[in-house]
């Protein structure tokens, strides 16, 4: 493998990339002339380029197993990210989902991008390689994204009423759009010439077909970049759990199948060199990133948009640096296990040390603001006293496995093995602990037993390595101390752990927290009763003698809007209006405030709960795949190299993902910081920022279209003290507004567009203090 020329190719490949980007977010080049681009791209200069290809194919230099091996990786992908999304999505939007992901995950931009980084790696050493993307590509064209797009033909039958198309039709279809592909119908019109040509093109026709063939490399990457501009933006908190499960399947899980399919299948192949090096360029063609393609499908079929689009871009950006690793890695002809472990151990100390802080600062966070006390924030603080205690042995270890003191050295391994096993566990116990929240709002008999759990068993592992195991001398490793038996030991706790995990996030999926809770982020039953008791003794009814004035407590001025769309707001501006609170409440003691306080403290904030188990079921993955690499391989190979700082980085790192969720609490840290930096630079403002055209649009066209008819449908009177009152609406009684009357697709679109009729000063929160959010949290329009 050619190290030297991976680098210029992959500045080549991502120069054009950003150059594509410039284009497009400039203005250079139009969406529309970007799209016209993307047509010539995928329906004349790809099926040229695999006319051409397939024609020329030598078909006799082809290691048939590891085409069988790319396939049953792929189709392995493909049935469980189309399993679990049937069984998680909900019923209305089941099967587009399920198609659409499953193409996701197993369509790679094999042409565009893969091409060429496998050109610079293997054109010197293993030429042949090049003509595996051309067989490989056709898999995820001709057979699974045809089911794919069956899965989406059969969900639009479904939101059909009359169900006017038979099943035979809906497949006949899937059928002809599947023949009518230009690529695919190349790609079967270029393998019957292959036969009937005899390998080579005809002269009259040879540089007609280069022409256009040649023009695919940079025009296709040039239309990748013009495709990623304002991807991102669509990025919803909704969408990000499935973004992660995306990505996790087809950077971590698609490249370690591929590997290990060519390392069952092609047992045959006579030379072990070869065997290792068409391994490894399996795991090197599984990073490769999604196809914009896919982004088309969604648009064609009209879902999950945000998903697609910002999972292709968020890809592209982190297969880079993951194909760079591992081509360096798989350079390396002679390694020497000392300095490598000196390596891994330097690496795991220090990502220890910045840890602890981060997860002391996390835990500090949890005491002070005494959310230790509620659920499930009591299982989380005992995972994040795991990751402290697991830092703390690594720092340790370091100083101790120096010294040839085996005493110190077993009590070292006792503290760092057990709150490792620890922080397996928890993950595990936290969503269960959610789960039976949902269900029985009260955990008065499994507290004790889940505690129990997630410190007992990590001991009884401990106990049973001490035991039975014998010390490897050979080792500096800490994670594996005790040779297989402790290998052995960590895939039963893992894997306990990830079906715990993964079956209960499933039965959270599958359910709906507002079941039991009125609010999104979800408090007890018993306090949202009283909290809603409240909240309707604050409305004031609409014929209420106070009706015609506005009182308010002590008000500040409103944030003023910009120019237009005060304008617009004031010819435009509804009747019921004129009577209307136009500031916000200021007063110490406002009913509304005090409400709004009474949720925080119940809040037990599922969503954070439920990413912090899914990025920590992640890290499990990659240490069972270690694990399982080590069982299955005597010489695990320079990539298990990659997957074993990986996993170091995950598992004494937590602390970062720890502190990322809970150490920035809004309430005690946040919001204080905020009130402390208006204090200091608040004079020092300036007078309005220009507002991006997004936000100024919406903003103008809520103003003039529909502020009327919201302020008609959802605002209410209510008191903010013992005689004062203001005009206000909840945050989630937008969201249900825009839903209703069309304005957004989701919850997560009408956030969005909720948060930018705010920053253009439309709308307020009552203290301003908060965002706007899809909550129980108090927001009135500004006049």
Known sequence: MSIDKLLPALLECFGIILCGYIAGRTHIITPTQAKGLGNFVSKFALPALLFKNMVLLDFGNVIWPFLWSILVAKVCVFFIVCVLTLIVASPNSRFSKAGLFSIFATQSNDFALGYPIVEALYQNTYPEYLQYIYLVAPVSLMLLNPIGFAFCEIQKWKNQGDHQQSKLLIVGFVVLQVLKNPIVFMVVFGIAAHFVLHQTI????????????????????????LSMVGQLRKLTRSTVV???????????????????????LDNNNTSPMNHSSLSDYAFLYGVLPTAPSVAIYAVYYNTELEVVTSGMVISTFLSAPIMYVSAWLLTIHWMDPQPLMRSLQNVTFNMSIVSLIAVLWTITVMFLSKKFKRLPHIFTVNLFLAQLLSCIGMILWNFVVKEDNFIGQILTFTLLSTSLYSTYIWPGLITLSIVLLKKYDSLNGSRGLLVIAGWGIPSVVTTVLLTTGHKMYDTIDSSFFYGRIQIICTTVVLGFSILLGGGSLVCLSRGSWAQNDPS??????????????EHQSLIQPENSAEDRACLTCDC?????????????????????????CENNCESADCFLAQMEELQQVTDRQVARHVLLCLLLTVCLLANLSRCVWLLCNHSPGRLYLELQFFCAIANFGQGFISFALFGLDKHFILLPLKRLCSRCFGKKKKEQPDLPDDVRVTCTQFTKYHKKMCFRDIVKKRRCGTKTRMECFLGCELVDWLLQVGLAQDRGEAELYGTRLQQGGVLQHIKQEYSFEDSQLHYYLTA
Do not use: W
């Open 202 to 225: 005809p002269a009259f026709m040879a540089q007609f077909v280069d022409g256009l063939a040649n023009s695919f490399g940079g025009a296709a990457l040039f239309y990748l970049g």
């Open 242 to 264: 499935t973004l992660i499960l995306l990505i996790t399947a087809k950077l971590l899980l698609m490249p370690l199948l591929c590997k290990d399919m060519v390392d069952l």
């Open 520 to 533: 999104k982020d979800g408090y007890s039953s018993l306090d949202a009763t009283h909290v809603e008791a």
């Open 556 to 580: 500040a001025q409103a944030s003023p809007m910009p120019d237009m769309i005060i304008s617009t707001n004031m010819n435009n501006s509804p009747a019921p209006l004129a009577g209307q």
